[in-house]
């Protein structure tokens, strides 16, 4: 104790005005506010959480650490708005949930093909909130931070059986021209479904030069495979847990060869929800599954 007390007397500690403006390679994570993202700046942050009802946001050393926070499930160790350490509710969904007419069929989504590839999972894939706001203008991009944020789903009617339909849906605004709608070629299951409409995704923002891409997606699967499963398999020789080949290999093998060189954020969603971005993926997956192969 004695020891602590000449210290501070001797080095006193005064928080200098870079460090509460927020430099210092400081990262603010915003994850509830105007806009959703990582600032370099205090004052960046501050304009998307000030006198913004239930504001979450918290400062980190890394980039990675921030990006995590944006995607707890809990606050409970965040700083908002309403003070220091408050547990903030991240479950505002929408309450007036819209439905397809696009394609008759129902949609059947399986949570996983592989589900042995469950120990392979690192950490436990969480979302947040995101309140979607459209640009102003329907040529323009979404963001979240400075990433282009896109939504992507898949769907497969009668999925497992011979009459399976799939289709793949890429939602970037209302009305956006790269709006996408599309029947899978190949083995019609929903998994590959949500595989390929993240990776048309992908292509579709390589192709207008964005490299900074948030790809908002209900399936876990995905985003585990991508995340986590890969690097395992490629370790093993491409085979699961229980030495089996891996189903999906050439599925996620294309999404790994595209997602090289972009700066990807992997954001989960609950599916059927009521997240509009979503939604309106989810028609258009249904609206590809409608059309014929070609």
């Known amino acids: 104790m004695w020891r602590r007390i000449l210290a501070l007397l001797v080095h006193p500690f005064f928080p200098t005005s870079s460090e509460a403006l927020g430099s ?3 990262f603010y994570a915003v994850r509830r506010g ?3 993202g ?9 304009e998307q959480v000030h006198r913004y009802q239930d504001a979450s946001f918290k400062k980190f050393a890394t980039k990675k650490q921030a990006w995590a926070f944006i995607n707890e499930e809990s606050a409970e160790s965040s700083i908002s708005s309403t003070g220091f350490g408050e547990k903030q509710n991240n479950y505002g969904y929408y309450s007036n949930k819209t439905t397809s007419d696009s394609y008759n069929a129902r949609s ?8 042995s590839e469950n120990k392979y999972t690192n950490k436990r894939v969480k979302y947040t909130d995101v309140p979607y706001t459209p640009p102003p203008n329907k040529n323009e991009f979404s963001y979240m931070g400075d990433y282009v944020a896109v939504y992507t789903d898949g769907c497969c ?14 939602y970037w605004g209302p009305d956006h021209p790269l709006n996408n709608s599309e029947r899978l070629h190949g083995r019609q299951t929903n998994q590959r479904a ?25 399936s876990k699967f995905t985003i585990n495979g991508v995340t986590s499963w890969i690097p395992n398999w490629k370790i093993n020789g491409w085979k699961t847990s229980a030495g089996k080949e891996v189903t999906n290999r050439e599925d996620f093998e294309r999404l790994a060869k595209l997602s090289e060189g972009m700066d990807i954020q992997w954001m989960h969603v609950p599916g059927h929800a009521g997240f509009p971005g979503n ?10 599954a409608g059309k014929s192969l070609f």
């Open 194 to 218: 949500e595989i390929h409409a993240a990776c048309k995704a992908i292509e579709q923002a390589k192709s207008q030069n964005i490299r900074k891409l948030a790809i908002y997606t209900d």
């Open 157 to 170: 009617s009668s999925n497992g059986r011979q009459a399976a339909r799939a289709g793949t849906g890429v």
């Open 38 to 46: 990582v600032y370099n700046t205090w004052d960046e942050c501050n």
């Open 24 to 26: 210092g390679g400081m």
């Open 279 to 288: 939604e309106a993926a989810d028609r258009l997956a249904k609206e590809g």
């Open 34 to 36: 105007r806009r959703i």
């Open 108 to 115: 059947h989504k399986r949570r996983y093909e592989e589900l």
